[in-house]
């Protein structure tokens, strides 16, 4: 059997878990498409089209924002959102870093194997 392997819970990667939790979500995932191609949007606009009710997109703004991936401001009676591409750019730079990780272990596998 083999042995379980263990990831260390460094606080470095309690960061991640938030912004990654909301991009697992197909509607929140959709919301930041249509920001990215639209730039700002209202709650009203954003639920435009959509199957989804405003108080949904409302609940699904407020994850994304807490990840830090998108910001809202007030105009008016309506909340305003538009995309924090510095949140993107975190998690981007969260999927290298393990990309690189998984890199390196596969060149240490194939290294012992063709050594052995």
Same mark, same amino acid.
């Given at each position: 059997m083999w042995p379980m392997a263990t990831v260390e819970m460094t606080p470095r990667? &309690?960061?991640?878990?938030?912004?990654? *939790?909301? %991009?697992?979500?197909? $509607? @929140?995932?959709?919301?930041?498409?249509?920001?990215?191609?639209?730039g700002s949007l209202s709650i009203s606009e954003l639920a435009l089209g959509?199957?989804?009710?405003?108080?949904?997109?409302?609940? &699904?703004?407020?994850?994304?924002?807490? *990840?830090? %991936?998108?910001?809202? $401001? @007030?105009?008016?009676?309506?909340?305003?959102?538009?995309?924090?591409r510095k949140g993107l750019h975190q998690a981007n730079r969260w999927l290298n870093q393990i990309s690189q990780q998984w890199d390196d272990r596969l060149e240490r596998l194939r290294s012992l194997?063709?050594?052995?």
């Open positions: 990667w &309690h960061a991640p878990a938030p912004v990654f *939790a909301a %991009l697992g979500d197909e $509607t @929140r995932l959709r919301l930041l498409a249509r920001l990215w191609e639209k959509s199957l989804v009710t405003r108080q949904a997109i409302t609940k &699904h703004l407020l994850v994304l924002s807490k *990840a830090g %991936l998108v910001k809202g $401001t @007030r105009s008016g009676r309506e909340s305003v959102w538009k995309l924090e194997v063709e050594d052995s």
